[in-house]
């Protein structure tokens, strides 16, 4: 991060992908990584080495004060007048026992120093010029620092990443502890990305993790061996989960999906899981039925499946993503235009059996559509660009990447959309 008001250069390692990592501590509570947005982004860590200099917008007209340069992390420390101490948290709620933490009285420097050092009003206008994994660090110099930046709202929409193996501490005896999240609740996530975990991890989140049961409203799992059970008991306890995503989950079965989903889900994310079919969006469609969201990429769902969908999902649900769904074809997209008649945003990303055809079944119908991606649809030509460009007036995005059939007389269509903003062409080799 950058400061337009002195110049100063980004740091030499900035978070990619809204990723950022917490380094590791000696207790296990540090290793975590937070991301914004959707947990379903590439895991890409990435640790910052310095702190930019900011100065507070509220202190800029202030002359008389005199504020010491924040350059580092260890001039910020040196503000407290303590480093961070080594067996300190991150992400915990108070440091080790025995770690001294200095009083306003004992810092150095003139009284307006002091004051300055520790003045909540000004610290909490200071920190929301910080990235997450600068903030990680900030809350590390002072407990003033600290009770600062653990307020809720320096972490609205970060999701922490959590790796089985950062979920244990090992005693000197050998055994395994579950580590504390009671930092994590203080800030007030409601919303994890768990990876590569087992139902028995998921048992000991839920017991440890004090807001797990009413306050979590957003659960991912990734490349975890999760089976029937251990969804169902994690769907059972956790009665604030309203957003769940499965990735990479090959262990649990569509019977698991019949015995755990509830209707208070709304939105829905389902990718890489070998066994997921049709039984399975048969399910989806008779338990939920406030889906708002749902994103699918499963090679084995068919034209069959796009027909489950009732009455009311087709009055709810806004936003269908059918990535890499090999097997559907044009009756598969009749299917879908009349289950989902109110969809704003659709994605055929990967389908690559749909054609020019399936495109105009689309245009037709699904007249509120503001989003429509076709990319890797390798049969798609112009003709399909000029059914959408007469019917869909409210389209705002088109992704064609990789739709190699496309040329130039294509893109003349769409030259009288006025309400596009956003057109994706990359490896279009005819245009």
């Known amino acids: 991060m950058s400061n337009p008001r002195n110049g100063d250069t980004k740091p030499p390692c900035l978070p990619r992908n809204g990723l950022v990592k917490i380094p590791t501590q000696p207790n296990g509570l540090g290793s975590a990584s937070i991301t914004k947005g959707t947990p379903a982004v590439k895991n890409r860590l990435c640790q910052p080495s310095s702190v930019p200099a900011i100065p507070s917008p509220a202190l800029a007209h202030r002359s008389d004060l005199s504020i010491p340069s924040l350059a580092s992390p260890l001039s910020l420390a040196a503000l407290a007048s303590v480093s961070s101490p080594p067996d300190a948290s991150l992400v915990g709620l108070t440091p080790?026992?025995?770690?001294?933490?200095?009083?306003?009285?004992?810092?150095?420097?003139?009284?307006?120093?002091?004051?300055?050092?520790?003045?909540?009003?000004?610290?909490?206008r200071l920190f929301w010029y910080f990235s997450a994994c600068e903030k990680c660090v900030l809350a590390q110099v002072c407990k003033a620092w600290r009770r600062v930046l653990y307020q809720p709202k320096f972490w609205v929409?970060?999701?922490?990443?959590?790796?089985?193996?950062?979920?244990?501490?090992?005693?000197?005896?050998?055994?395994?502890?579950?580590?504390?999240?009671?930092?994590?609740?203080?800030?007030?996530?409601?919303?994890?990305?768990?990876?590569?975990?087992?139902?028995?991890?998921?048992?000991?989140?839920?017991?440890?993790?004090?807001?797990?049961?009413?306050?979590?409203?957003?659960?991912?799992?990734?490349?975890?061996?999760?089976?029937?059970?251990?969804?169902?008991?994690?769907?059972?306890?956790?009665?604030?989960?309203?957003?769940?995503?499965?990735?990479?989950?090959?262990?649990?079965?569509?019977?698991?999906?019949?015995?755990?989903?509830?209707?208070?889900?709304?939105?829905?994310?389902?990718?890489?899981?070998?066994?997921?079919?049709?039984?399975?969006?048969a399910a989806i469609s008779q338990l939920l039925p406030n889906l708002t969201e749902l994103n699918l990429q499963a090679y084995h769902v068919t034209d069959t499946a796009l027909a489950y969908f009732t009455a009311k999902q087709g009055y709810t649900t806004h936003t269908l993503r059918l990535n890499s769904c090999w097997e559907i074809t044009n009756h598969g997209v009749v299917n879908m235009v009349h289950s989902l008649p109110n969809l704003s945003v659709l994605s055929l990303s990967g389908c690559s059996k749909?054609?020019?055809?399936?495109?105009?079944?689309?245009?037709?119908?699904?007249?509120?559509?503001?989003?429509?991606?076709?990319?890797?649809?390798?049969?798609?030509?112009?003709?399909?660009?000029?059914?959408?460009?007469?019917?869909?007036?409210?389209?705002?995005?088109?992704?064609?990447?990789?739709?190699?059939?496309?040329?130039?007389?294509?893109?003349?269509?769409?030259?009288?959309?006025?309400?596009?903003?956003?057109?994706?062409l990359r490896w279009c080799c005819q245009v």
């Not at 504390?180 to 139902?199: E, N, T, Y």
């Open 96 to 124: 080790s026992e025995g770690s001294e933490q200095p009083s306003p009285e004992r810092l150095p420097g003139s009284p307006s120093e002091r004051q300055l050092a520790v003045d909540e009003k000004i610290l909490n």
């Open 157 to 281: 929409g970060l999701t922490p990443v959590l790796h089985t193996k950062e979920l244990y501490n090992i005693l000197p005896s050998g055994e395994k502890e579950f580590v504390s999240l009671q930092g994590f609740a203080i800030r007030g996530f409601d919303g994890f990305c768990l990876v590569g975990v087992s139902d028995l991890d998921i048992c000991e989140f839920i017991d440890n993790y004090p807001l797990s049961k009413k306050g979590v409203k957003s659960m991912s799992l990734k490349r975890s061996t999760i089976t029937d059970a251990g969804l169902e008991v994690m769907l059972e306890q956790m009665q604030g989960v309203v957003r769940l995503e499965l990735s990479g989950c090959n262990d649990f079965t569509e019977a698991g999906l019949w015995s755990s989903l509830n209707a208070r889900i709304t939105a829905l994310s389902v990718s890489d899981c070998i066994n997921v079919a049709d039984d399975a969006i």
């Open 354 to 424: 749909v054609t020019d055809d399936g495109v105009e079944l689309v245009a037709e119908n699904l007249r509120k559509l503001r989003s429509l991606d076709l990319s890797w649809c390798p049969r798609i030509t112009d003709m399909a660009l000029e059914y959408i460009a007469c019917d869909l007036h409210k389209l705002e995005e088109l992704v064609l990447d990789r739709c190699v059939r496309i040329t130039d007389t294509g893109l003349s269509y769409l030259s009288t959309m006025s309400s596009l903003r956003s057109l994706y």
